[in-house]
């Protein structure tokens, strides 16, 4: 199947996150990830798909420099990373939004930490919430938002510290699904004119596919990477055209088949 | 409440009280129980005169700059021990010791060593109030949402913006709570202080009614202390409130 390419180049100016040798064993003695190796490439939305409890938030979270790994090391862009950095910014899966700031005041919230004037801030903060396609909501409150647009503003403060890595921790998992195929849509121009890695927590096959240039297939804790697919789809159709499209649909059915075996 | 079936309301009760206690009070029965109206009287007699006002005044001042200060100790140290298990570990036993310890006991010790003035009622208010603000501020941010604390220190900030901008906001609404609890206590504190060191303020007043056995005075004066005590929790009550929808929107 020509559709479905193996290979991920390994051109070393092409990598934006390298995981060397990475095992995590949480204190009480929990292995989560087992010596994991695993590239991102530089501009792509890598997609890492897995059973539940496979290690997905851990290995998301080490590279985010949050968790401490137990060995092994991470690069991004060849620096090794010992903590949060500036070129990183995290999707939280419960948004976490502060719920006392507006919708501004929390997308500018990195900026602010930054100590970006006011002004400037509010300036570029605004301009993300737009292209999140939350106009006119600047200064609503997150309780008086709904889940998915609560989920967009997580977006836009990510975004509006133009970090070159942009880490999702399955981000559209609390909002429904017609909100959750809207975003889907939307986060595919976002990864067009934002020319950052994007790395992709998901539970959905469906969704991994729509979204990915190539997906990760993580196994069972504790957890290594099976395989590496690249699922080629069309993108010059219209969303619906694609979700019909027999190449969307046998790449769907080739990783549930990898995946069945783990949840039988 | 309710009486035979019917309901009553809260004012209705009081008015109830105080009937049978004029009563109570009319048959002479001890000379500790003086009848309801005598005290009421009593109370439009002292409350406008210049000791009266020098001894509210004092309290006042005791209390606010007392409630002031365990607020400002309180609320860093709370969200500190929240934030750090070495300190938590360490202030922890402390803590809750003097949450339940006899501080009456203190006050004297407090007398010998600061004297017989402002300072020590300052200084038993603080010693009433400050533990329950920082264990109920330690609560608030041990309560606030993991994700919360992740995306803080994701966006790198320092240990200083962490603590202004997110740590104490996130846990307003316990903080609030603790405020409230914490100025009911300072309201015992003030009170209790006045009294033992007893030449300042009520507690000379006290003293003053209670060796000339003017129980009607000293009646008077406790009714005034319970409506100030009954309106800062209330008033208190009424903020902590305010704040309500977003310890529900906070996961
Ligand atoms: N703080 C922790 N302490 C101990 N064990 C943990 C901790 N966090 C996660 N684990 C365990 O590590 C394993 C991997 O967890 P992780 O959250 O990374 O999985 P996941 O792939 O993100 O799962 P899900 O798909 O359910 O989100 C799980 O078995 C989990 O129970
Ligand atoms: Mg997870």
């Known amino acids: ?264 | 409440m309710k009486l035979f079936g019917i309901k009553i309301p809260m004012m209705a009760s009081l008015i109830m009280w105080a009937i049978i206690w004029e009563v109570v009070g009319r048959l002479e029965l001890s000379i500790l129980l003086p009848p309801f109206s005598n005290i009421v009287m009593r109370l439009f007699e002292i409350v406008p005169t210049a000791t009266f006002f020098s001894a509210f005044w004092i309290t006042a001042k005791c209390f606010i700059i007392g409630t002031g200060i365990a607020i400002l100790i309180g609320i860093p140290m709370g969200v500190l021990m929240g934030r750090s298990i070495v300190f938590d570990r360490m202030m922890l036993p402390w803590v809750n010791m003097f949450l339940s310890a006899p501080l009456t006991a203190l006050v004297p010790v407090l007398m010998t060593l600061f004297g017989f003035g402002t300072k020590t009622i300052i200084l038993t208010t603080v010693l009433f109030a400050v533990w329950i603000i920082v264990l109920d501020a330690r609560a608030g941010v041990k309560n606030i949402t993991p994700s919360l604390v992740e995306m803080t220190k994701s966006f790198q900030a320092n240990f200083w913006q962490a603590f202004t901008k997110v740590y104490v906001w996130a846990a307003l609404p316990e903080i609030l709570a603790g405020i409230r609890l914490g100025a009911i206590r300072s309201v015992k504190g003030v009170i209790i202080g006045q009294l033992l060191v007893s030449v300042v303020g009520f507690g000379r007043l006290f003293e003053l009614y209670s060796s000339n056995f003017l129980m009607e005075h000293m009646w008077a004066l406790l009714f005034v202390l319970f409506f100030f005590a009954f309106l800062i929790a209330e008033g208190l009550g009424v903020l902590e409130r305010k704040f309500e929808y977003y310890a529900a929107s906070r996961n």
């Open chain 1, 1 to 264: 199947m020509s559709a479905v390419a193996e290979a991920v180049s390994t051109d070393k100016t092409d990598i934006a996150v390298s995981v060397n040798d990475v095992t995590k064993i949480y204190p009480g003695g929990v292995e989560a990830l087992n010596d994991m190796t695993i590239q991102f490439p530089k501009g792509e939305l890598t997609s890492l798909l897995g059973p539940s409890g496979c290690g997905k938030t851990t290995l998301l979270k080490i590279i985010a420099g949050l968790l401490e790994p137990t060995s092994g090391s991470v690069t991004v862009n060849g620096k090794n990373v010992t903590g949060p950095g500036k070129e990183r910014a995290f999707v939280f899966q419960d948004f976490a939004l502060m719920p006392w700031a507006s919708v501004l005041r929390n997308a500018a919230f990195g900026l602010e930490l930054q100590g970006v004037a006011k002004s400037e801030r509010h300036a570029i903060a605004e301009k993300y919430i737009d292209a999140v396609g939350l106009k006119g909501y600047e200064n609503l409150y997150p309780h008086e938002l709904s889940g998915g647009m609560r989920q967009r503003v997580g977006l836009a403060r990510a975004l509006a510290v133009n970090a070159e890595v942009l880490l999702m921790d399955e981000p559209f998992s609390a909002v429904d699904e017609q909100t959750r195929r809207k975003f889907q849509e939307d986060l595919l121009t976002v990864v067009d004119d934002e020319q950052k890695t994007f790395i992709f927590v998901t539970h959905s096959i469906e969704e991994a596919v729509y979204v990915s240039q190539s997906i990760a297939l993580l196994l069972p804790r504790p957890s290594r990477v099976s395989e590496i697919i690249r699922p080629d789809i069309r993108r010059d159709i219209s969303p619906d055209a694609i979700r019909r499209d027999p190449v969307y649909l046998d790449i769907v059915e080739r990783i549930w088949k990898g995946l069945r075996t783990y949840v039988e």
